[in-house]
Structure formats: C-alpha cells, structure tokens
C-alpha cells in the first residue's frame, strides 16, 4: 500500500492548490484526480493481490493519511455548507503560502481532513464539548498539532466561520493567556491576502500551549518545542515578522513550561531569552502583545528564582508584572489583571520568604486579596489558583508569627481552591494544594503540641506521594517528599517513635534523588539541613557516630549555597546546626578537634542571630555554653 499512500499524499496537496482555481480548472484536476487514484489502486491491487472492499475501505483508508512526527501539523476540516470544498481548500492554499508550505522542506505541514466535524452554532455547551472531543480524535489519529474546522452559513450574506483547537488543550482562548483573535473567527468568503493573514495568525497562536498548569505535559510538549524551534530557526521568507514573533513566544512558553515540570533550568533560560526578544518586538508595535509577554517572563524568571540563591530573579520577576499591570487596568481587563495581579502577589511572597521579617509576606497576603477582589469564580483555575496562593501567603505568615488565626485561614483559602481543582482533571493543582495545606495542619498540630493531629497531614502526603508521576513532575514530587518527611519527623518526636524519624529520614533521602543541587540549589540545601536534623535525632540512639558524621557532611554541603549575605538566616540555621552536630561528635569522641569546629561554626551563627533575638539566638547561646564546658573537661586549648 506505500505507493497508493505516496501518490495520495501528492493528490492531496494538488487538490489543496486547485481549490483556489477557476472551476473550469478545478473539474479537469478532479478528473486528473480519478484517472491517477484509480491507476495507482490498481497497480497496488495487482502487485500485491490484495482484495479491498471498494470503495468505503479504501476511502476510509485514505482519509486517515498521518502527518510526519516532526512537522507542526495543520489540518483542516471540510467546511459545513461548502459543499464543492471551494472554502477548505482556500483555506489549505493561505495556510500553505503563509507558511512557505510549498517549499517541499518546510517544517509545516497542511492537510485537508476530508471530513466534516459538525456543531450547532447556536452556542450549545454540550454540543460544543462533543464537537471538541470528536476533533481531538482527529488530532490524534491525524498526528496533526491544530484542527481547523467550521462553517459556511447563508445568513443574507456568505460568512465562514472558523474555529481552531489545539491538540490536548482546547481552544486557544480557554487558555491562561493572551491570544490572536477571538474563539470564532467570521470571514468573508474566498478572503483576500489580508485577512488570510489573520487565518495564519490564529493558526500560530494555536501553537501556544494552552494546557492548565495542572496536568502533566512534559512528553506532549518535548515534540512540540522541536517543531516549533524548526519554524523559528528557518522561518520561511512568506511568515510575516508578526507571526514569527507569535512563533516565538508559542516555543517560549513551551520551553519555560516544559524546563519547570523536568526540573531543567537551562530549558527554562532558553525561554527567557526568548520571551525577552519577543517583549522587545512588541514594545512599539502592539502594546497588549508586549504587556502579555512581560506577565509570561515574569512566571518564567519566577521559575528561575525557585532554583536559585537570593532574590534578584524574583525582583526582575516582580518589576515585568508591574510592567504588564501598566496596560493592563483594572476596570478595562479585569481579568488579565487579576491574573497579573496574582503572578505579582507570587514574586512578593516568594521574596518574603527568603528576607527577615513579615513586612513582605503581608503585602503578598494583600495582592492576593486585591485579586481575589476581581477574579471571578467561574473562571475556575485561574481562581482557584489566587485562592492556593493567597493560602500559602497566610501560611507562611503564620508560620513567623505566634497565634494561629493565619494558619487556620490559610486551610479555609486551601479547602476554596481544591472546590475547582478536581484530582482527576487537574491531578498537579490538586496535589499542590493537598500538599500545602497538609504543612500548614503540621504547623498548626505543632503549635498545639498534639501529637494526634499529625496523623491527618501524613495521610495526606502519603496519599499524593502515591498521585505524584515522578518521573514526569520529579520537583513536585521531591518537595513532596520533603513536606513529608518534616511531618514524621516532627510526629517522631513528639512521640518519642524512631520508626517514624527513620520513615523521615528516607523520605528526606528520596527527595535529594529530584532535588539536586545543579536543578534547584535552594531547596536541595534545605533538604540536606533536614535530612542533617533527623540523622542527629536517630543518632542518639546509635552505638557509633556515623550518623553525626553524616550530618556534618550534609550540613557543610548546604553552606556551599546558602550564604551569609544572600541568604542570612539559612546560612546561620546551617551553621547554627554544625555547632549542634559537632557538640554530638565531641561528646561521642572526647576529643577537641570537633569541640573547635562547633565553637567556630556557633560563633559565624551568632554573627547574624545576635541582631535577630528568638529561639534560634537562644539555641545557639545554650550550644555555645555547653562547647565551652565540655572544652572545659577535655582540657581543650582556647578557641
């Protein structure tokens, strides 16, 4: 059957091209058509003597013609009322030239479907969604990327609408975003260069991806960034500037989405700086588009600052919002600004957790809220989303303060989100949230000192551990784990229970394999102090010191990135614990050596905690006294 397919494929694309010509033209073609179609059947018939129930077997064969794995695939679908494929094919020709389809080394690919997908237009939601459903079939039996699809309606005059649905995602407008045109595209018929280039440019912006945050993407979108580097790289001479730079920012998005759900920040960073050229073409040209990408560099540079020391990703972060927020006003866009609104509140709230004090975790807490103002619920995720956020800032002041009225408003805001996050469509939303509110149930159990309290939160983490691919999602997965492991430790205490503080020590254990240092530098160190504690509470019940040891190592390997100026509460938390660790080791070993190093490690953590007073200062006052006996005794010379 390869030859029959080989010349299909040809009657195809010839086809495409006469749909635009004068009828005349086009009977002659069709009936070229027939004479070559029949020819090649009958060729493959008597070389392979193969019997095939003609002709709805061999048109049901023909019509399922997959397009090549390594172009961004274009189909369209007959048009409803057309009933000669004059508008189909007008359509194939405009998407063909704009796209410099012709050159036989394009890296797109346009295909007629030979199909109708039919909808009732009168905007029937269930329809609709069948519709959409039936033309995700098509995507996928076609290999094909976006499906255009529509009507030819007699209303006193010709209209053809026209509708675009991306593969897995949906329409381009049910996405987070900021997209060409809107859902229904309504043209004059046989249109004119101009609007042809409208055609083109839903078709790129189709090419955005416009999967939610929660659903796991990374293979989808690993094939999608090699075709659409292909368009960019050796972009055709027909594609105009401003549906190259559309391109361009279609593989920004997909490379920042894809660089954060594999844990790859150097993926991440070929998004920036894609994301910056194209904020630099739409400056001057088109000041929606521009205030659109400086909200997407911002989420993408926020990915980056996750992975990263200090805060000054998260400050480039925040002033690209501000940007955006300057076009985007409150009353005229309503929802990109709350949208903007919130990815703003995300970069105070993370700078709020790296810096002292409570002063920017409360304006966090109050973006949130100005958002929550203006979004509106139905806009599900997007709401849903404001809601975690808004949860997490709550936590994390709460966390810093005494009193529990933020936690306990924090697991109200959690409960909000998860009403419009259901597991099974948004599995990577829902598990976020569970987990987030599972740490604040174990802040709020160890504020209570209750024991019992903690078995909830475990469960929870122990349930989405199990949700959680980890290979697909392997950040969310590792600070899972995390969280996880700070609950059984914590309930190891209170409970005086080792297996638990050994269940935490794998856990933490489990948690480096994804959070490595070259990935995600801060979260890796963070890892490695928890992972330290736990060692030292187990190795109280060890007859040798190799736990301790192994404390110290960890501990030593955290201060390669956390730092006294960047960083200063965590450098001193590391250097805090050392004194700690080796406090251990020195009555284990009744040596001095180690009795020196604790001594110089409580010393560097006073340095920053003396300006700071609380638990930690006082801790590390009591470490510090203890080194000084025991010196004492062992007749240590003075450090």
């Known amino acids: 059957m390869d030859i029959l397919r080989r010349v299909w494929a040809w009657i195809e694309r010839l086809y495409s091209l006469a749909m635009s010509l004068?009828?005349?033209l086009t009977g002659a073609i069709a009936g070229f058509f027939g004479l070559v179609g029949g020819a090649a059947f009958a060729w493959n018939y008597f070389e392979t003597s193969i019997v095939v129930d003609y002709p709805k077997d061999v048109i049901q064969w023909l019509s399922v013609n997959r397009m090549p794995a390594d172009h961004y695939n274009i189909l369209v679908a007959d048009l409803e009322g057309d009933t000669g494929h004059e508008q189909s094919g007008h359509i194939v020709f405009a998407l063909e030239k704009g796209f410099g389809g012709f050159d036989p080394t394009s890296p797109v690919q346009v295909q007629l479907a030979m199909r109708e997908l039919k909808i009732a237009w009168s905007g029937d939601a269930a329809a609709r969604a069948h519709a959409e459903r039936e033309g995700q079939s098509w995507l996928e039996t076609f290999n094909a990327d976006v499906l255009i699809w529509g009507s030819l309606a007699e209303e006193g005059t010709r209209v053809l609408r026209l509708r675009f649905?991306?593969?897995?995602?949906?329409?381009?407008s049910?996405?987070?975003g900021y997209q060409v045109g809107n859902e229904m595209l309504e043209l004059e018929p046989s249109f004119g260069t101009d609007l042809a280039e409208i055609v083109v440019a839903q078709a790129v912006a189709a090419a955005n991806p416009t999967y939610g945050t929660g659903t796991y993407i990374g293979e989808v979108l690993k094939p999608?960034?090699?075709?659409?580097?292909a368009i960019v790289r050796r972009p055709s001479a027909a594609l105009s500037d401003k549906n190259l730079a559309i391109l361009r920012e279609s593989l920004a998005s997909s490379l920042a989405r894809l660089g954060d759900q594999t844990g790859d920040s150097a993926t991440i960073e070929r998004g920036v700086a894609e994301l910056r050229a194209v904020a630099s073409y739409w400056q001057d040209k088109d000041e929606q588009r521009w205030a659109a990408t400086q909200d997407r560099l911002g989420n993408a540079l926020m990915r980056l600052g996750e992975r990263s020391s200090g805060t000054a990703k998260f400050e480039q972060a925040r002033a690209a919002f501000q940007a955006a927020l300057s076009h985007f006003a409150r009353d005229t866009h309503p929802r990109e600004w709350a949208v903007t609104t919130n990815d703003l509140g995300n970069a105070l709230l993370r700078m709020g957790e790296r810096e002292p004090g409570t002063a920017r975790l409360k304006e966090a807490v109050d973006t949130f809220k100005s958002a929550l103002d203006v979004i509106d619920p139905d806009w599900s995720l997007d709401w849903a989303k404001v809601q975690n956020n808004y949860g997490t800032a709550l936590a994390t002041l709460g966390a810093r303060e005494s009193g529990g009225e933020n936690l306990a408003k924090a697991i109200e805001a959690y409960k909000t989100a998860q009403l419009a996050q259901p597991r099974d469509v948004v599995p990577l939303d829902w598990a976020m949230t569970e987990t987030n509110m599972a740490a604040a149930l174990v802040l709020i159990a160890l504020r209570e000192n209750d024991r019992p309290k903690l078995d909830a939160p475990v469960?929870?983490?122990?349930?989405v551990v199990k949700d959680l691919k980890r290979e697909q999602a392997p950040l969310q997965w590792g600070a899972t784990q995390q969280i996880l492991g700070f609950a059984l430790v914590n309930r190891?205490?209170?409970?005086q229970e080792r297996t638990d503080l050994e269940r935490a020590e794998t856990a933490f254990r489990d948690a480096l394999t994804t959070r490595t240092q070259q990935r995600v530098p801060m979260p890796w160190a963070l890892t490695l102090t928890s992972l330290a504690q736990t060692e030292l509470l187990l190795a109280e019940g060890d007859a040798g010191p190799g736990r301790i040891l192994d404390a110290i190592d960890s501990l030593s390997q955290s201060l390669k990135v956390r730092s006294p100026t960047e960083t200063p509460l965590l450098w001193a938390e590391s250097q805090m614990l050392l004194a700690e660790a080796n406090l251990q080791l020195a009555k284990r070993a009744r040596t001095c050596e180690p009795v020196a190093r604790g001594k110089?490690?409580?010393?560097?953590?006073?340095g920053v905690l003396r300006a700071r007073p609380g638990d930690d200062q006082q801790r590390t006052s009591a470490t510090l006294a203890a080194l000084g006996q025991l010196a004492n005794e062992l007749n240590c010379p003075a450090v």
């Open 600 to 606: 110089a490690a409580g010393d560097a953590a006073m």
């Open 174 to 176: 049910a996405a987070k």
């Open 492 to 495: 190891g205490k209170l409970a």
């Open 224 to 229: 999608q960034v090699r075709r659409l580097e």
């Open 22 to 24: 004068p009828s005349w």
């Open 165 to 172: 649905l991306s593969r897995h995602g949906g329409s381009p």
């Open 459 to 463: 469960a929870m983490l122990e349930e």
